[in-house]
């Protein structure tokens, strides 16, 4: 085979010969080796069709030998898939599952790896343990963890709860005060990114994972092309995402082009002559070899569904932070009131009651002032539109919230998003609410619901939904057990995701910590109202 690739590179013109042979001599002769060379010849010389040269190399031949390498970690793949496989040691405090066993496996053996897993089944956990694994094996010494801008705290609070190896955090902003002997972690979103690709491409990470890598899918937008860019130089490499397609197949592009290039190759031009129909517009009509598609971007890829993972757990709880920014003021100062009035002894369980009330609303960005509410702040928001963007477009899911004005901002904004909602609060008539029901059970095209906590806890079947999202809570524990016993029932046939959206450093957290010990959250909060969490 080298006799027939040294033909191959002879012809070529004498500026592409030098190039290809010149990266050739930096290492011994091998099959990766002569498939590079291949690949050189038809990325710098596209005119020339390879498979017709008067050297006798078929294209059968061309073709095994150019994906020699892939080939063989897509037989890896297979092999972990069925079972097949020696388990690594994990450094991490938590124990896998059997599928996050699997996953970690395929992380660890190819050098970049897509974990196609969906939210609540532990692709963040698993991608965790290989980062961590390649550090203690002394291949990587930077890690770069991109990531859409409301999983930030994510990451850092996984890092804090699994790992079990030395690493050292900074997050959006880059110092290089980083710990020696630690595992140097930069978390930062999208946006923020490629603003800074001088500073992040200086810094030189060994690895980098994209989280929810779908946000990359349009190959011409800054944070693409900072992916693709950087993509090139490391050699380890992870995307993780539940829904790699959202809006067409040729989603996929961008993400395998960062992550391993001889999947789908290069040219965005070539991908779409090969899965889809254009017409004379340019506009795609239809698709095609879609099974090629999947096969090929399965092949390197590890997928999980909730419904299919036999030993999860009946329902899993997951938490979402954001940061004030807009209404972190007046939250510190309605705090700072509340704890002045019990430092003066002033201590009335009713009053105090409602400031706390007062402030989980400023969390949820409103302000109550003499029966007017006003908004003051779209974190929360901001928040909810990430999660519910990243959902599969059929998927059904539930809100519940304990404020109207937080009820009528989350319809407002699903309504913008094109996601046929309803809701059902304390004025929404008996009837009515049965055919809400009865609607959200039968047509597909209803894909949420949002509820009062209050009112929407009890005598309310809602299994057509296996996800929900708290956006805010109730200080009732019974409220907050019958309201999740709304998906989790009988008739249920998928495992359950509960996702609890929180404002980091509030009184949220406070809300969350007690309802973990399953205790009524206005007598624990009223009993530590100076112990608030605070910006």
């Given at each position: 085979?080298?006799?027939?690739t040294?033909?191959?590179?002879?012809?070529?013109?004498?500026?592409?010969?030098?190039?290809?042979?010149?990266?050739?001599?930096?290492?011994?002769?091998?099959?990766?080796?002569?498939?590079?060379?291949?690949?050189?010849?038809?990325?710098?010389?596209?005119?020339?069709?390879?498979?017709?040269?008067?050297?006798?190399?078929?294209?059968?031949?061309?073709?095994l030998?150019?994906?020699?390498?892939?080939?063989?970690?897509?037989?890896?793949?297979?092999?972990?898939?069925?079972?097949?496989?020696?388990?690594?040691?994990?450094p991490?405090?938590?124990?896998?599952?059997?599928?996050?066993?699997?996953?970690?496996?395929?992380?660890?053996?190819?050098?970049?790896?897509?974990?196609?897993?969906?939210?609540?089944?532990?692709?963040?956990?698993?991608?965790?343990?290989v980062?961590?694994?390649?550090?203690?094996?002394?291949?990587?010494?930077?890690?770069?963890?991109?990531?859409?801008?409301?999983?930030?705290?994510?990451?850092?609070?996984?890092?804090?709860?699994?790992?079990?190896?030395?690493?050292?955090?900074?997050?959006?902003?880059?110092?290089?005060?980083?710990?020696?002997d630690?595992?140097?972690?930069?978390?930062?979103?999208?946006e923020?990114?490629?603003?800074?690709?001088?500073?992040?491409?200086?810094?030189?990470?060994?690895?980098?994972?994209?989280?929810?890598?779908?946000?990359?899918?349009?190959?011409?937008?800054?944070?693409?092309?900072?992916?693709?860019?950087?993509?090139?130089?490391?050699?380890?490499?992870?995307?993780?995402?539940?829904?790699?397609?959202?809006?067409?197949?040729?989603?996929?592009?961008?993400?395998?082009?960062?992550?391993?290039?001889?999947?789908?190759?290069?040219?965005?031009?070539?991908?779409?002559?090969?899965?889809?129909?254009?017409?004379?517009?340019?506009?795609?009509?239809?698709?095609?070899?879609?099974?090629?598609?999947?096969?090929?971007?399965?092949?390197?890829?590890?997928?999980?569904?909730?419904?299919?993972v036999?030993?999860?757990?009946?329902?899993?709880?997951?938490?979402?932070?954001?940061?004030?920014?807009?209404?972190?003021?007046?939250?510190?100062?309605?705090?700072?009131?509340?704890?002045?009035?019990?430092?003066?002894?002033?201590?009335?369980?009713?009053?105090?009651?409602?400031?706390?009330?007062?402030?989980?609303?400023?969390?949820?960005?409103?302000?109550?002032?003499?029966?007017?509410?006003?908004?003051?702040?779209?974190?929360?928001?901001?928040l909810?539109?990430?999660?519910?963007?990243?959902?599969?477009?059929?998927?059904?899911?539930v809100?519940?919230?304990?404020?109207?004005?937080?009820?009528?901002?989350?319809?407002?904004?699903?309504?913008?998003?094109?996601?046929?909602?309803?809701?059902?609060?304390?004025?929404?008539?008996?009837?009515?609410?049965?055919?809400?029901?009865?609607?959200?059970?039968?047509?597909?095209?209803?894909?949420?619901?949002?509820?009062?906590?209050?009112?929407?806890?009890?005598?309310?079947?809602?299994?057509?939904?296996?996800?929900?999202?708290?956006?805010?809570?109730?200080?009732?524990?019974?409220?907050?057990?019958?309201?999740?016993?709304?998906?989790?029932?009988?008739?249920?046939?998928?495992?359950?995701?509960?996702?609890?959206?929180?404002?980091?450093?509030t009184?949220?957290?406070?809300?969350?910590?007690?309802?973990?010990?399953?205790?009524?959250?206005a007598?624990?909060?009223?009993?530590?109202?100076?112990?608030?969490?605070h910006?």
């Open positions: 085979m080298v006799r027939k040294l033909s191959l590179i002879k012809s070529c013109s004498s500026k592409h010969q030098e190039i290809i042979t010149s990266m050739l001599k930096q290492n011994p002769w091998s099959s990766k080796q002569q498939s590079f060379a291949i690949f050189m010849i038809e990325k710098y010389l596209p005119q020339i069709n390879v498979y017709e040269l008067q050297n006798e190399i078929t294209k059968e031949e061309l073709l030998d150019a994906r020699e390498y892939t080939k063989d970690q897509v037989k890896v793949v297979d092999e972990i898939k069925n079972g097949n496989f020696t388990e690594f040691e994990v991490l405090k938590t124990k896998l599952f059997d599928h996050q066993k699997k996953a970690y496996a395929i992380g660890v053996s190819l050098d970049g790896a897509a974990f196609l897993m969906e939210m609540g089944t532990g692709k963040t956990l698993s991608a965790i343990a980062a961590g694994k390649r550090f203690l094996e002394g291949k990587i010494k930077r890690l770069l963890v991109v990531a859409p801008l409301s999983v930030l705290h994510v990451w850092e609070s996984e890092f804090k709860k699994h790992a079990d190896y030395k690493y050292d955090i900074k997050k959006q902003v880059l110092t290089t005060d980083f710990k020696g630690s595992l140097q972690v930069f978390i930062v979103s999208y923020t990114s490629w603003r800074i690709s001088d500073e992040i491409m200086s810094w030189k990470p060994d690895m980098v994972i994209a989280d929810e890598s779908q946000k990359i899918k349009n190959t011409d937008s800054k944070r693409a092309q900072f992916l693709l860019d950087i993509g090139k130089k490391v050699k380890y490499k992870l995307i993780l995402t539940g829904t790699p397609v959202t809006q067409s197949p040729l989603d996929l592009f961008a993400q395998y082009k960062f992550l391993n290039s001889s999947i789908f190759g290069d040219g965005i031009t070539k991908f779409k002559d090969r899965y889809a129909e254009i017409d004379h517009f340019g506009r795609v009509v239809a698709y095609k070899h879609l099974d090629e598609m999947a096969d090929k971007a399965h092949s390197i890829a590890y997928r999980v569904k909730k419904e299919d036999l030993d999860l757990p009946p329902f899993v709880d997951e938490v979402m932070y954001c940061e004030l920014t807009e209404s972190r003021q007046i939250y510190d100062e309605i705090r700072d009131a509340v704890k002045a009035s019990f430092s003066k002894g002033n201590v009335n369980y009713n009053v105090v009651l409602a400031n706390l009330q007062k402030l989980s609303q400023i969390a949820g960005g409103f302000y109550s002032h003499k029966g007017d509410i006003t908004p003051i702040g779209t974190e929360k928001l901001t909810l539109e990430s999660i519910v963007s990243d959902f599969a477009p059929d998927k059904k899911f809100v519940f919230c304990r404020y109207r004005a937080e009820i009528d901002a989350i319809s407002k904004l699903f309504t913008d998003l094109k996601i046929s909602n309803f809701i059902i609060t304390g004025d929404t008539k008996m009837e009515d609410r049965k055919d809400i029901l009865e609607q959200f059970k039968n047509d597909k095209n209803l894909r949420c619901v949002i509820l009062n906590i209050q009112v929407g806890s009890v005598g309310i079947d809602l299994t057509a939904a296996d996800t929900m999202i708290f956006y805010s809570h109730s200080y009732s524990y019974a409220d907050y057990t019958q309201s999740r016993a709304r998906i989790h029932r009988t008739g249920q046939v998928n495992k359950c995701l509960y996702i609890h959206i929180a404002a980091k450093d009184i949220d957290e406070r809300v969350m910590q007690s309802l973990e010990e399953k205790k009524d959250v007598q624990v909060i009223v009993d530590r109202v100076t112990d608030i969490p910006g």
